[in-house]
């Protein structure tokens, strides 16, 4: 309990009351942002983030001074954030979905023992995951694994462990970063890893453009899948030994009995 409060005290806003808030704004329609990131964002000064992600606040927020660093410098883009808070300005790094989901969530904490002064508020926000899932029906209502097939921080070998050992104990499979320019052909390996495991008729699903322009949703086999080009905007589904499809809706029982 002794532990629990001093923790607990770790957590309280710092004297400065200078704060940097991780806001997750959600798959990318307005709809899917939740009141806590928006009343961040409306409250913020600055809104550092990744273009494509201030591209989507600046549509509703359109007043705020916006600051972005390219995709792969996420330790600068921290940075700034931190370096713009620690000056009194009001601050909110923006992720797309859930900052704590493949976001920056983790590497701000890591980060934060460099700015004593600055305390971090992290605000949750709708992941691909639940907002792909609600698209194509109900894929992921039983135990489901979150895999990302990105191997720039992750080493393929890791990647195709967790996919096997997903795929062995029967859980709905949900990807991640499923395809890149340089890795075009990772969904179909993936797909090979996860087929030793099951049946090639295994309802799969997968929506692009999740609550953004351009959204698109298919339903499809684990053997087709594995022919599929996906991009990376992109969340992809592979159904569980009980998922079905039925009218157009991707379904995983949770088991409940009914006549
Ligand atoms: N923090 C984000 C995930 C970042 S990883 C979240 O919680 O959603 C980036 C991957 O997330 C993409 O390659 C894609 O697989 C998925 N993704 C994120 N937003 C998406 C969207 N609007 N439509 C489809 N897939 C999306």
Redesign the pocket.
Known sequence: MREYIEKSQDLDPKESGKVLYVV?IG??EYGQLTMKAAAALSGSQIIVGYTVYTDLAREHFPDKEYLSTPMTKEVDRCCLAFEKAGEGRRVSLV?????G???MAGLVLELAPRYPQVSVEIIP?V??ASA?AAVLGAPICHDFAVI?LSDRLTSRELIEKRLSCAAMSDMVICL???SSRSRKDYLSWACEVVGRYRKPETVCGL??????QGQEARITSLKELALIQAD????VYIGNSQTGADHGRMITPRGYRYV
Do not use: E, H, Q
């Not at 929506?207 to 953004?212: E, F, K, S, T």
């Open positions: 997750g798959p990318g992720c797309g979905g859930d900052p989901i493949y976001g926000g992941t691909a792909g990302s991640y970063n499923p929506v692009r453009n999740i609550a953004r990376m905007f992109t969340t």
